[in-house]
């Protein structure tokens, strides 16, 4: 218990109700400022998110269903909420939303590399490659496949919010199927 002793000026001057909201006011941006520090890079969590998913399909579960406690800490609240919807509704897809590829590759998960395009305050642009394109005759390599991430900062965490394939010969994003 905190027990003021002396005078204080301060508190003299101001009603007490106006000093409590004006001490929370300048707390507010300090604790906004310390949750934007504290958030790993974009692309940190995107790479992250990407061995974790590989690993998991690899394993012949579903990320979604099988693990999704560990889902929604990398995909954001809205776009969680409409893969759910589509998995309830037994909309099956051509292909999986977060590679854009009707196929799974297993040497995608010994090369995930992402990098930032663009930062923006509460949100990020990550470009993202799964795969070397190095073909083996040991293995299924094949080409990579390259992705643009639109990330949100959501409760102090980089999350995903929406997964494009970037056509190899125009460069552009592809729309996504949701």
Known sequence: MLILKGKFPIFNLLPLPLLLALLLALAAPARALETKAGARAPDAVATEFYAWYLETLSADQDPLSDRYDTFIRYVAKELAARLVERLQGGKLPQRDYFTQSASYRPAWQRSVRAAVMRQRAGAADVLVTLGDGIESRFD??????????????????????????????????????I
């Open 140 to 177: 299924d390599a094949g080409p990579r496949q390259v992705l643009v991430l639109s990330m949100v900062l959501e409760n102090g965490a980089w999350k995903i919010r929406q997964v494009a394939a970037v056509d190899a010969a125009g460069s552009s994003p592809e729309q996504p199927v």
